[in-house]
């Protein structure tokens, strides 16, 4: 049966058939999508960013500089604590919980050393652990309530001692750190008594700041065990005298 439209509506309706054949949902092939691209050799990935912390220091005796506002106080050893202080021996200072305070300086000729608030100090001729204790004094007088102090030799003056007059080798010995030695120990470094020498007879001239004094030791009585010991001092000149028989 064959249906008659009527003409008026036979041209939108030849657009519209020819339209739905031409538009993707129509019956022509569907379209392809080309396929995902791939890497054969894809870049890792970049690490993430992390913050690394810096390296502590090494362990050790704080120096005035490095001195934390809450660094402990160490405690003195014995070598050290022991050794007595000289003219161009240079000193630490750290004061806990006082930072301002915490300074380094170096003994001058007359034996004394700048320190903040106190002014000029006395120090040589004592031993550490007597400098440091009478530090700690004179704060606690004046400046702090109870103050902890610590005192560390940051370098030592040349430490040396001269040796002369009837020995094997005169000369000048080097002492080395915090040694202390005995006059015996001192004359054998410059080889020993010579044929002639006299132990009976010999002197120590020894300076201390401005003050200069000759000592006589006798040095046959140090081979008792009762007699007692002679310990140098760097800068000592020693002279060992001659016998005359």
């Keep these: 049966m064959l249906v008659t439209l009527p003409i008026g509506w036979r041209f939108p309706l030849v657009v519209a058939i020819a339209l739905f054949f031409a538009s993707p949902a129509g ?6 999508l080309p396929p995902p691209l791939t890497q054969s050799n894809p ?5 993430a960013p992390f913050n690394q912390s810096p390296q502590s220091a090494p362990q050790g005796i704080p120096s005035a500089e490095s001195a934390s506002y809450d660094s402990p106080i160490p405690t003195l050893m014995a070598g050290e604590g022991d ?8 000193l630490d200072l750290m ?7 915490n300074m380094r300086s170096k003994i001058a000729r007359d034996g004394r050393v700048q320190l903040p608030l106190l002014g000029e100090v006395a120090v040589a ?3 550490v652990r007597e400098a440091q204790e009478n530090i700690r004094r004179l704060y606690d007088a004046d400046y702090l309530v109870n103050p902890q102090i610590y005192l560390n030799i940051a370098s030592y003056t040349q430490r040396s001692i001269t040796v002369i007059g009837q020995v094997a080798r005169p000369g000048n010995y080097e002492l080395q750190g915090t040694d202390r030695i005995g006059i015996i120990e001192a004359i ?5 008594f010579t044929r002639i020498a006299d132990r009976k007879r010999i002197t120590v001239k020894r ?6 004094e000759t000592i006589k030791v006798n040095t046959a009585r140090l081979d008792d065990p009762q007699g007692g010991s002679f310990i140098v001092l760097p800068g000592d000149i020693i002279t060992v005298g001659e016998s005359w028989y």
Excluded: R, W
């Excluded at 054998?188 to 020993?192: D, I, R």
């Design 43 to 47: 870049a890792p990935a970049a690490p």
């Design 188 to 192: 054998g470094m410059a080889g020993g």
């Design 125 to 127: 001729g004592k031993s």
């Design 27 to 32: 019956f022509s092939d569907p379209t392809k």
């Design 207 to 212: 300076t201390d700041g401005k003050k200069t």
């Design 83 to 90: 050794y007595i202080l000289s003219p161009g021996d240079t």
């Design 95 to 101: 004061v806990y919980k006082e930072p301002d305070l």
